[in-house]
């Protein structure tokens, strides 16, 4: 059985071990073969039976060329590079992830949220440049300062992730409002309460998007939501890019609508260097880390082999349809 993972080094930079994979066939590991449609993936594949996949695109054009893949093991919850109604046709089996990263994706929010309130790294940068040893006063601040007791957080979804950011930001005082088809009891013992889209815009102090991306949340922050938004609105965005527009979110920080956004993921990764946000006020980047704690890896590359073992003993997990 021919194993080959297509874009390793993410999920294991050399702190995860891939023997447990070695252990269930011929495993060729490649750090990164292209994020963009290329002749190379499926030279990569060769031959190979089981594919283990990150953000490579698998195409129906890629597919074609793979007579001999039968399965696609995704180091992610997300899958949307691969054609699933290709997959479908020639039988492939495609699973995922589906729950690995809650505490640590969860953490990383209420950490843009805090960085958003003081922006910490910037005075860390500030100080270690000389400018508190110059100054006149015994503390400064270049940026306001802001107390989270009392503020509305709008979740823009409230399943996992949402529901264990919700019980960190209760425990730092803020009130709790959720959009989700879903209600779940959890999320109302909590003291959740659930309202509309609208109301979310119109009521939040702080908005954050935890929700995946789905047809209906494509671009679903945009001028027009925007305008409907508390003035001074944060927005913290750890979920997915797409779901932003991304000159309208620049135009509403450069106009001070919104006065921070604090933002994980874009709408193409990694940013490109054209990208509005990278020019906006009061806009902290980072580059897609929010699942990338060791132990949320470990969780990942745990539920790999478990789905591997699964399919290989004819009883596929968590298979992921078109």
């Excluded at 503390?139 to 019980?167: K, S």
């Excluded at 994980?264 to 990694?270: A, I, K, L, T």
């Excluded at 478990?306 to 349809?321: D, M, R």
Aim: glycine letters at 6%; aromatic letters at 6%; one cysteine or more.
């Amino acid at each position: 059985m021919k194993i080959t993972v297509l874009d390793g080094y993410t999920e294991n930079p050399g702190d995860l071990s891939w023997k447990e994979l070695e252990a269930l066939g011929d495993l060729t590991v490649h750090d990164r073969i292209s994020y963009t449609e290329s002749p190379q993936i499926a030279q990569a594949i060769g031959d190979s039976e089981i594919v283990v996949v990150n953000k490579t695109p698998l195409s129906r054009e890629t597919l074609e060329k793979c007579p001999q893949l039968k399965m696609i093991s995704v180091l992610a919850t997300g899958y949307n590079t691969i054609d699933l109604a290709c997959t479908a046709e020639k039988g492939i089996t495609v699973s995922n992830v589906p729950v690995y990263g809650t505490y640590s994706v969860s953490q990383f929010a209420i950490a843009l949220l805090l960085e958003a309130c003081h922006h910490i790294g910037h005075h860390n940068q500030s100080v270690h440049q000389g400018q508190w040893s110059k100054n006149p006063d015994w503390c400064y601040w270049d940026y306001p300062q802001i107390e989270l007791e009392g503020m509305v957080y709008g979740l823009f979804g409230c399943g996992n992730i949402g529901i264990h950011t919700a019980r960190i930001a209760k425990a730092l005082g803020m009130e709790i409002i959720a959009f989700d088809a879903r209600q779940s009891a959890e999320a109302k013992e909590l003291g959740v309460e659930f309202v509309s889209f609208e109301t979310l815009l119109a009521r939040s102090d702080v908005i954050g998007l935890h929700m995946p991306l789905l047809p209906f949340n494509r671009g679903i922050i945009n001028k027009d939501t925007i305008a409907k938004m508390k003035d001074g609105v944060i927005l913290i965005n750890n979920s997915r890019g797409q779901m932003v527009v991304e000159q309208d979110l620049a135009d509403a920080l450069d106009s001070g609508k919104v006065a921070c956004a604090a933002l994980d993921v874009v709408s193409s990764e990694p940013i490109h260097a054209d990208n509005p946000l990278l020019k906006a006020k009061n806009c902290i980047l980072t580059p897609h880390i929010s699942w990338a704690t060791k132990k949320s890896r470990q969780r990942i590359m745990d539920t790999t082999v478990q789905n591997i073992k699964a399919f290989l003993a004819g009883s596929p997990i968590n298979v992921v349809h078109a």
